[in-house]
């Protein structure tokens, strides 16, 4: 039996993708906001598509500030476009 992987929605295109091919970017208790590439540390999640365009979206409309509720620092978004560019993200449209 294949193992069901879990679903999540891109918070900039809304799109539906199986939880491996998204960011995850969490809202720790400590109310840091941090890239979370294991998908394991506690707090609140977001997720992204591991495409920097899907971020830049998602700077814009301030889809990932919503989702978590709380003000997002433009060095997290610097971090986590570098990190994305790093894994070589596929555009994910
Ligand atoms: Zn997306």
Same mark, same amino acid.
């Given at each position: 039996? @294949?193992?069901?992987?879990?679903?999540? *929605?891109?918070?900039?295109?809304? %799109? +539906?993708?199986?939880? @491996? *091919?998204? #960011?995850? =970017?969490?809202? $720790? @208790? %400590?109310?840091?906001?941090? !890239?979370?590439?294991?998908? &394991? #540390?506690?707090?609140?999640?977001? !997720?992204?598509?591991?495409?920097?365009?899907?971020?830049? &979206? /998602?700077?814009?409309?301030?889809?990932?500030?919503?989702?978590?509720?709380? *003000? =997002?620092?433009?060095?997290? !978004?610097? $971090?986590?476009? %570098? +990190?994305?560019?790093?894994?070589? /993200? *596929?555009?994910?449209?």
């Amino acid at each position: 039996m @294949p193992k069901k992987i879990p679903v999540r *929605q891109c918070v900039a295109c809304r %799109q +539906q993708k199986e939880k @491996p *091919q998204l #960011a995850r =970017i969490t809202r $720790t @208790p %400590q109310g840091d906001i941090v !890239y979370d590439p294991k998908g &394991k #540390a506690p707090g609140r999640g977001a !997720y992204l598509c591991k495409s920097v365009s899907c971020l830049e &979206k /998602a700077i814009k409309s301030r889809a990932l500030a919503r989702a978590l509720d709380c *003000q =997002i620092p433009d060095e997290v !978004y610097d $971090t986590l476009r %570098q +990190q994305l560019m790093e894994e070589g /993200a *596929q555009d994910g449209e």
